[in-house]
């Protein structure tokens, strides 16, 4: 069963703009993996975030993590059209033998 | 970032045949490697865990028989869809773990069956 739950499921911005992405889960978790997917792709490792941190950043992407809420949220700044793509949030659940369990993904759009 | 690559990235086979898709971990050793699916515009959906030197561990309703798994190295997983009919058409992608934690996926293998 899926856990990860993204939000919205369908972005459009214009570039320049910052696109915030949020994701909920349901159990406890080692770590949040966000990847983007560029369509007919495989998916491209964007952060990791582990369970004892809050926020992360990268270049132009920022994530957050709330274990409290079990939440986390990606922002990228100053989009871009090549940003266009769909991301997914992925949890690894704690516990011995861990699996990433992957959210539906949000379509991100980014008009030029 | 790590290198995982899949082989073929595109297969058109005809029913009751069966195919082999190639995961390799081109920089760094993976002692799981995982197997997923995905349709057209939909998430991933985890068929099985990959494990070095045993047996893989499949998620419920995939069956075993069908898709077959084999991480003979730690650089190396094979997955053979047998006797494919068109509803295993797809999306397959495999990823590798590396000792952090982190997953590094494959570019994918789109099959049709025919």
């Known amino acids: 069963s899926q856990q990860g739950e993204e939000d919205p499921q369908a972005l459009s911005i214009q570039e320049g703009e910052n696109a915030t992405m949020n994701c909920s889960y349901k159990t406890s978790i080692n770590n949040l993996q966000w990847y983007r997917q560029n369509s007919g792709r495989g998916l491209v490792h964007l952060i990791l975030?582990?369970?004892?941190?809050r926020e992360k950043h990268s270049g132009r992407l920022r994530v957050t993590l709330d274990t409290s809420k079990k939440s986390s949220s990606l922002l990228i700044t100053a989009s871009r059209a090549a940003d266009t793509a769909s991301y997914f949030c992925?949890?690894?659940?704690?516990?011995?033998?861990?699996?990433?369990?992957f959210g539906k993904g949000i379509t991100l759009s980014v008009r030029p | 970032g790590a290198v995982v690559s899949q082989h073929p990235s595109r297969v058109i086979c005809k029913s009751g045949t069966s195919v082999k898709i190639e995961c390799r971990s081109l920089d760094f050793q993976a002692t799981t490697m995982f197997w997923y699916r995905q349709f057209p515009k939909k998430s991933l959906m985890l068929m099985a865990t990959?494990?070095?030197?045993?047996?893989?561990?499949?998620e419920q309703g995939v069956e075993k028989d069908k898709f077959l798994i084999n991480h003979a190295s730690l650089t190396l997983s094979t997955l053979t869809v047998t006797s494919a009919h068109p509803e295993d058409s797809s999306f397959y992608i495999c990823?590798?773990?590396?000792?952090?934690?982190?997953?590094?996926f494959g570019p994918g293998t789109r099959l049709l069956v025919l």
């Open positions: 992925a949890t690894d659940a704690a516990g011995a033998n861990s699996k990433l369990t």
């Open positions: 975030i582990r369970s004892n941190e």
């Open positions: 990823s590798a773990r590396s000792s952090i934690g982190t997953q590094y």
């Open positions: 990959s494990n070095e030197g045993s047996k893989a561990t499949y």
